[in-house]
């Protein structure tokens, strides 16, 4: 069965740092790509980061570029979200989800699974 | 960018009745990468159909999705208590690369 598990949000101060963790199992880690998505809590849905298979290829939404990084270890089978510069608008539940290929264009442009997230509260 | 709007905003309808929404594109989008999600309160999306009109595993044939170029539908044949929920639609741009999500729609019990 296939599992991911967010952790790493809480309450941060404008311009602060935090970093999102998400353990993955029931799945061959390292032959996927991942992404993190946010949901301001009441609204939408906005994704905001892909990362290939091996790591080597990342994009990023224009709201968070320069100031989030995504990363992962594939020896733990963790996905990471290393966020600058934090703003009240990054306020939100950050989900990591799967997606069914490993390259972003060979992949097949969906989220197959999804963590159960976890809130990142920006705020003085 | 690609811009997707659902419509209704909501819908209110009674179990067994049968639900009709929409996904319009601001610009042509292959039917390869339309997709669409349900999301219950406290719970995170889950994938609904992909490729326009594919079922994932485990959704019950009452899902169907439909469409081409700027217009998607899914429908909800028959509705039953446990569909109402939030549904998104989302593409998958080559240039410039990233996902989009339409604002969604909620389907209430009426």
């Known amino acids: 069965e296939v599992q991911l598990v967010e952790s790493g949000g809480g309450l941060v101060q404008p311009g602060g740092s935090l970093r999102l963790s998400c353990a993955a199992s029931?799945?061959?880690?390292?032959?996927?790509?991942m992404s993190w998505v946010r949901q301001v809590p009441g609204r939408g849905l906005e994704w905001v980061s892909f990362l290939s298979d091996n790591g080597g290829s990342t994009y990023y939404a224009d709201s968070v570029k320069g100031r989030f990084t995504i990363s992962r270890d594939n020896s733990k089978n963790t996905l990471y979200l290393q966020m600058n510069s934090l703003r009240a608008e990054d306020t939100a539940v950050y989900y990591c989800?799967?997606?069914?290929?490993?390259?972003?264009?060979?992949?097949?442009?969906?989220?197959?699974?999804w963590g159960q997230g976890t809130l990142v509260t920006v705020s003085s | 960018e690609i811009v997707l709007t659902q419509s209704p905003g909501t819908l209110s309808l009674s179990p067994g009745e049968r639900a009709t929404l929409s996904c319009r594109a601001s610009?042509?989008?292959?039917?390869?990468?339309l997709t669409w999600y349900q999301q219950k309160p406290g719970q995170a999306p889950r994938l609904l159909i992909y490729?326009?009109?594919s079922r994932a595993t485990g959704i019950p044939d009452r899902f169907s999705g439909s469409g081409s170029g700027t217009d998607f539908t899914l429908t909800i044949s028959r509705l039953e208590p446990e569909d109402f929920a939030v549904y998104y639609c989302q593409q998958y741009g080559s240039s410039p690369p990233g996902y989009t999500f339409g604002q969604g729609t909620k389907l209430e019990i009426k």
């Open positions: 610009q042509s989008v292959s039917s390869t990468y």
């Open positions: 490729s326009a009109s």
């Open positions: 989800a799967k997606i069914p290929g490993g390259y972003y264009y060979d992949s097949s442009g969906y989220f197959d699974y």
């Open positions: 029931g799945f061959t880690f390292s032959s996927y790509a």
